[in-house]
């Protein structure tokens, strides 16, 4: 699926909060010194994996030297959401140690100072002989933006009595549920903060994250990181493969729709009794999931097919022409073509009464090598985006829940965060609504 990037949205001037000096650090002199650099423009040609001619090979190109154009950061809604996944993306939780409310603000500003100069890309300011870099230089001596987009969400443990932010907590915003085999480890899971960064390349990546750790010290620690990377469509077409062999994503809502994105996306406080700071976000469930490939490997193919309910090599529903084919399961009630029990048709049986639990998904691969025991470690970074948690994503996962292919997964971390609302303009802030 692609979109174009929302356009900016201004909102009102606001009073910037104190900083402290490790939180201002360089951040001030850097943001302020921008030369604005490289290319700008729409995310379309990327989003749509690059021209008619050959759309893989085009993105893939551009992609490899660093031509993605700078995805506009400004707008009503964060624009790391609605666009397809990209080459390279970390998602990183973090625990918030600042020590108060105002530094808390100042550490959502700086968040915002970096991320604002990072997409857009530019050079940094001169640092005095005695100083160290203003830069890590990893991306050359001017920062390329590489399609970069920076989605900041917050979990539920922020909302303690640290910073008095109890009574603005969002309606569903809850520790991650334990599902019946999973396999959760407590330190890869939660956070008071989520980070994820996106981009063509993973040196663009590792850059942002290394600048806005640079920049956070003592305000932000990290708890855990997953590294993942979305696969060139093979062997043609707009959807990625997943390490089951498996095109992944091919259904979702249409995110070129207003409609479905404010009906299933998109926090309305107006509508569901959430607090008013949380309109434009969207809660963000990461849930990493370890697959058992070597095991995977050895399962027939056929059998492989009617767990997940397609082909494996045209990605075709098992009753369909076409990737995008809608699978008619009223035609097939005893599940002779498609099993009742395929994945696909647990998590989205199409009928009127579970339309409203659809989800935006987003999933990337992950490579961490070999676990203790000589195994290879790899799997699924999944995420995705809705309106409510409980009516969306555990709906769909309840479904989910002795589906066959549990045998050959284990999600073992992630968490429950809600993606705060974009920053509207120049004077806006990432979370100014809830702090102020």
Known sequence: MTSEPEQPVHGEAAATPGRRSFLRGMAGGVAGGVVAGGVAGGFAGYASRGTPADPAAAANAAAMQGRLPAVPFHGKYQAGILPAPQRATAVVSFTATASSRA???????????RARFLTAGGTTPPVGIDGPPSDSGVLGPTVIPDGLTVTFGVGSTLFDSRYGLAASRPLHLTPMKSFPNDDLDPAQCGGDIVLQLSAGNTDTVLHALRDIAKNTRGGMQANWRIDGFSSPARPAGTVPRNLLGFMDGIANPAV??????????????SASGEPAWAAGGTYFVVRLIRMFVEFWDRVDIEEQETMI???RGTGFPLDGTSVHSIPDYPADPT??????????RLANPRTPETASSVILRRAYNYNRGLDAVGDLDMGLLFTCFQQDIKRQFETVQTRLIGEPLVDYIS??????????????????????????
Request: proline content about 8%; glycine content about 14%; overall charge negative.
């Open 103 to 113: 530094e808390l603000a100042g550490l959502f500003q700086t968040v915002t100072d």
């Open 256 to 269: 070129t729709s207003a409609a479905q994105m404010d009906s299933l996306v998109w926090v309305n406080p």
């Open 309 to 311: 309910g397609r082909r």
């Open 335 to 344: 599940g002779d073509v498609i099993p009742l029990t395929a994945h696909m």
């Open 411 to 436: 999600p073992f971390g992630g968490g429950y965060f809600l993606a705060l609302p974009g920053v509207t303009g120049p004077s806006d802030f990432y979370g100014r609504s809830l702090l102020a």
